[in-house]
């Protein structure tokens, strides 16, 4: 595919679905994770126009910053710190309406308001997480949970 996107206006989930299928062709037959997870976070940034986009891989026994597009982030995140460690540690997708509200949050940017937090599987474990994050407030919804969980499963594919 060309490297190059078509921005849908429209719905939330008429944008999803016009960009799943690009997203798809961007990483598919690419081996490289890096350049996946670049052209991930860039397809999502330049669609939806978030705050933050980014990933954060599993190192050892720390989240560290990997591909993202957005303003400087946290470097490390230990398990279960934060929006990115909690999602971490309990395995499951956290979407959090007012980040100043969460237990623990970890402000890279004080002009995030809202996060959504999607762990990312291969061959069953968690190798990583996709961080998005807002600067509105209750921004994120199940809409977004099924489609980042469904582009985060596009790299257990690959």
């Given at each position: 595919?060309?490297?190059?996107?078509?921005?849908?206006?429209g719905?939330?989930?008429?944008?999803?679905?016009?960009?799943?299928?690009?997203?798809?062709g961007?990483?598919?037959?690419?081996?490289n994770?890096?350049?996946?997870l670049?052209?991930?976070?860039?397809?999502l940034?330049e669609?939806?126009n978030?705050?933050?986009?980014?990933?954060?891989?599993?190192?050892?026994?720390?989240?560290?910053?990997?591909?993202?597009?957005?303003?400087v982030?946290?470097?490390r995140?230990?398990k279960?710190?934060g929006?990115?460690?909690?999602?971490?540690?309990k395995?499951?997708?956290l979407?959090v309406?007012?980040?100043?509200?969460?237990p623990?949050?970890i402000?890279?940017?004080?002009a995030?308001?809202?996060?959504?937090?999607?762990?990312?599987?291969?061959?069953?474990?968690?190798?990583?997480?996709?961080?998005?994050?807002s600067?509105?407030?209750a921004h994120?919804?199940a809409?977004d949970?099924?489609?980042?969980e469904?582009i985060?499963?596009?790299?257990?594919?690959?």
């Amino acid at each position: 595919m060309a490297e190059d996107l078509i921005i849908q206006v429209g719905d939330k989930k008429t944008q999803y679905e016009s960009l799943m299928p690009q997203i798809k062709g961007l990483i598919t037959g690419e081996a490289n994770l890096v350049a996946n997870l670049g052209n991930i976070t860039a397809a999502l940034k330049e669609q939806f126009n978030w705050l933050w986009v980014g990933f954060y891989w599993v190192v050892e026994d720390e989240l560290v910053l990997a591909p993202f597009q957005g303003p400087v982030a946290c470097t490390r995140i230990k398990k279960g710190r934060g929006v990115c460690g909690t999602s971490w540690e309990k395995g499951i997708t956290l979407i959090v309406d007012d980040v100043e509200k969460f237990p623990g949050h970890i402000a890279c940017s004080s002009a995030s308001r809202s996060e959504i937090v999607v762990p990312v599987f291969q061959n069953g474990q968690i190798v990583g997480v996709l961080d998005v994050d807002s600067t509105e407030l209750a921004h994120f919804d199940a809409i977004d949970q099924t489609y980042l969980e469904e582009i985060v499963g596009f790299l257990d594919q690959l």
